[in-house]
């Protein structure tokens, strides 16, 4: 019985000893594991023409939605063609409604927007991907 005490005690004495061992080797590879997605996030920074940061990936990163619903924003009233294709791009397709003349972009996964224009090639009216018209 002393023998089974003594056993039972030592074990008990030992499972935080081991826990704490585990927990170190967890630690470090969760430590690892971070380091690797944050240089794999700087190299698809890179890629996608992204400055690269000295700091946390999340720490100044901005979702292409984030940075489209941005651009979209940008557009105003009166603006010029050029304009538009500058903060843009090239529209989808070209189109011309009820005498109309409009631009259509299409964003797979995120939506579709239009920008329409006045005879005088200034943007008249838009309906981003997002929801936000005039």
Partial sequence: MRIALALLTL????????????????????????????????????????????????????????????????????MAEAEVASLLGAPSKKFTLDGRRGWYYYYPGTGAGSVFFTDAGRVSSRQSPFGMGW
């Fill in 11 to 78: 074990l008990c004495l030992a499972a935080p000893a081991a826990r704490a061992a585990g927990d170190s080797s967890l630690e470090q590879q969760v430590k690892a594991l971070s380091e690797q997605v944050h240089e794999l996030q700087q190299r698809v920074d890179r890629l996608e023409g992204r400055t690269s940061s000295a700091a946390p990936a999340a720490a100044g990163y901005i979702t292409p939605e984030a940075a489209l619903r941005g651009t979209w924003a940008r557009v105003r009233p009166d």
